[in-house]
C-alpha cells in the first residue's frame, strides 16, 4: 500500500546561501519495489504517483524544480528550464535563486557544489566519474560565480565499497586513473570500487579540498533505494536551490 514504508525525515542542510535537500523513500504514493516515495520517472513506476511523489517533495524545497535527464555521462546544463532538461545531462549549475536543480540516484553519488551565487548538482555513477562530470561541473560552476571564492562540495547517500563488488578490469581501470585509495573490498573480500573516494579524488583534483559527506550507503540501509541491493526499485532524490 502507498504510504507504508516508513523512514527518516529528508535529509537538509544549508551550505552557504544554499539550501540543500536529500531525500529517502519513506512517505510516498508508489507502491511494490517502488515504495513509497519514489521520484524516477523512468523506473518503471506508475507515472501518477512519481507526479505525486515530486509534488510532496516541492513542497519541501519550494522553488521552479529542473530535473535533468542523466544517461552516465559528462554534460552540464547551465541556468536550465524543465523544459532545457530534455536535453541529456548528468550535471547542472545555475545563478539564479530559487531554481532547484535535482538530481535522482539510487546507488550513484549525488553531488551538491556550492559557489559565490551558483550552485550546481551533480548525478555521479562509476562511469560518470571516469568521463570527468565532476570536473565539468566545477568548471562550469566557477564560470557562473560571482567571484573566485572556493567551491564547497556536499556528498549524499551513495553506495559505499562494503556492498559494491565489482570487476577485476574496470576497477583496475579507475585505479589507474584516480589511485589506490579507490580500490577496496566488500564484506565477503571480493574486489570493490570506493565511489565516495572516487568522487573525493575527483574534487580534489579540480581545487575542491571543502567536502561535507552524509556518510550513508544506499545498499546498507533500507531507508534508501539501491539498484545493487534490488534490482527493480525507485530513486531519491538529492537536490540544491541558491536562496
Known amino acids: 500500500m502507498a504510504g507504508k514504508f516508513t523512514g527518516m525525515p529528508s535529509i ?48 519541501e524545497l519550494p522553488g521552479d524544480w529542473v530535473w535533468p535527464r542523466q544517461i552516465h555521462g559528462r554534460a552540464v546544463l547551465t541556468d536550465p528550464t524543465q523544459s532545457d532538461a530534455t536535453e541529456p545531462a548528468d550535471a547542472a549549475v545555475t545563478g539564479i535563486p530559487g531554481r532547484v536543480l535535482a538530481v535522482v540516484t539510487a546507488d550513484c553519488a549525488p553531488v551538491v557544489l556550492v559557489g559565490d551565487g551558483a550552485v550546481g548538482v551533480v548525478h555521479a555513477g562509476w562511469p560518470g566519474l571516469e568521463a570527468g562530470v565532476i570536473g565539468e561541473a566545477v568548471a562550469a560552476l566557477r564560470a557562473a560565480a560571482r567571484s573566485e571564492q572556493p567551491v564547497r562540495a556536499f556528498l549524499g547517500p551513495c553506495i559505499h565499497p562494503e556492498r559494491y563488488e565489482f570487476g577485476a578490469d574496470d576497477l583496475d581501470r579507475l585505479v589507474a586513473r584516480f589511485g589506490a585509495e579507490v580500490r577496496s573490498s566488500t564484506l565477503d573480500g571480493t574486489p570493490a570500487f570506493d565511489l565516495p573516494a572516487g568522487v573525493r579524488v575527483a574534487l580534489r583534483e579540480v581545487g575542491v579540498d571543502g567536502i561535507d559527506d552524509v556518510d550513508l550507503c544506499t545498499a546498507e540501509s533500507p531507508r534508501f533505494f539501491s539498484y545493487r541491493r534490488d534490482g527493480t526499485t525507485g530513486r531519491q532524490a538529492t537536490a540544491v536551490v541558491l536562496t
Not at 23 to 33: H, I, N
Open 12 to 59: 537538509r542542510t544549508g551550505i552557504g546561501a544554499a539550501e540543500v535537500l536529500c531525500t529517502d523513500r519513506a512517505d510516498g504514493a508508489s507502491v511494490g519495489p517502488y515504495a513509497a516515495r519514489n521520484l524516477g520517472d523512468h523506473v518503471g513506476d506508475d507515472p501518477v504517483a512519481v507526479d505525486a511523489n515530486r509534488a510532496r517533495v516541492r513542497e
